[in-house]
C-alpha cells in the first residue's frame, strides 16, 4: 500500500510553482547582496588590490582606530545625523500637514488634480532634479533674479556652506511629500464619518475635530511611519547630496555614502572605506532591529 504524502510533502508540491518563481529573485539576492559580503573582511586588513583578499595582510582593529581618530569623521558623522533627522521629522510632518488639508477639500477634481500634481517629482530621479536645483538656485537662476529685486547680492547657492544643509533637506522633502502623503490619506479614508457628524452637533470646531478625532484615528499610521524611518537614520541620500555637493560644502553636505564613496573610489583607500560601510552597517542593523520592535509594540506591527 502507497503511503499518503505528509502534510508538508502535500504543501510542498501545492506551492511548487511560487518557489520556482522565487528562484530569479534569490540568485539576484544571493550574488549581489550575499557573496559581496566577502568583503567585509578588507576592514580587517591592510588591502593590497595587487594581493587580493587572501594574501592582503591582516592588522586587525587598526582601521577602526584610525577612523574613530579622524576629525573628518566625526564631521560627516555630524552631518548625516542632522540631515537625515531632518528629513525624518518633515518628511512626516509636512506629508500629514497637507494631507489634513487637501482631505478639507469638497471639490474632488481639484483635490485629485491638487494631489497628482505633488505626486510627479516623486518619480524623478535626482540626476535629473539636481540639474534642475543647480540652476533654479545658481549664480543666474531664478532665486537670485527674484532676491535681486531687494538688492540681494546673488549667491551660488549650493556652493554656501551656510545654505547646502537646508537646501538639501528642503528640496528632499518638497521631492517626497506628495507620494508620503498617499499613505496619510488613504488612512483618513477609513475614519468613520459619523464622528465628525456627531462633533458637529456638539459644536466641535474643524479645528477641534483634526486634534480630537482625524489625528487619534491615523496615530497608529503616523507612528509607524515615523518608527519604520528610525531604520534608515544613516542614510541622507547619497544619491541627492552626490549630485548636487561639492568640495566648498564638504564641511557640511558631507555624509557618510558621500565619504566611502571617495575614500574608497577617488583616494583609492579601499580597507577604510570597508570600514566606514561596516560600522555604517552595524549601526544601520542595531537601529532597524530597534524601529521594528518600537512599531510592533506602538502600532501592532510585525513582519513575521
Known sequence: MQKAPSKGGRRLRREINYHIMALPGLAWLILFNIVPMTGIVMAFQEYIPSLGIIRSPWIGLENF???????????????????????????????????????EISNIKYKKTVQTIVYLPHFLSWVILASIMLNVFGYKGIVNA?????????????????CFRQLVIG?????????NAVIYLAALTGINPNLYEAAAIDGCSKLKSVWHITLPSISSTIVLLAVLGLGNVLNAGFDQVFNLYNPMVYSTGDILDTFVYRMGLINVQFSLATTVGLFKSAISFFLIILSYTLAYKFADYKVF
Open 171 to 179: 528640496t528632499d522633502v518638497w521631492k517626497e511629500f506628495g507620494f
Open 65 to 103: 582606530r584610525y577612523l574613530f581618530s579622524m576629525s573628518e569623521f566625526k564631521r560627516v558623522i555630524s552631518n548625516t545625523l542632522i540631515i537625515s533627522i531632518a528629513k525624518l521629522l518633515l518628511n512626516v510632518v509636512v506629508p500629514l500637514t497637507f494631507a489634513l488639508l487637501l482631505n
Open 146 to 162: 527674484f532676491t535681486g529685486l531687494f538688492g540681494a547680492e546673488p549667491l551660488i547657492w549650493f556652493s554656501e556652506e551656510s
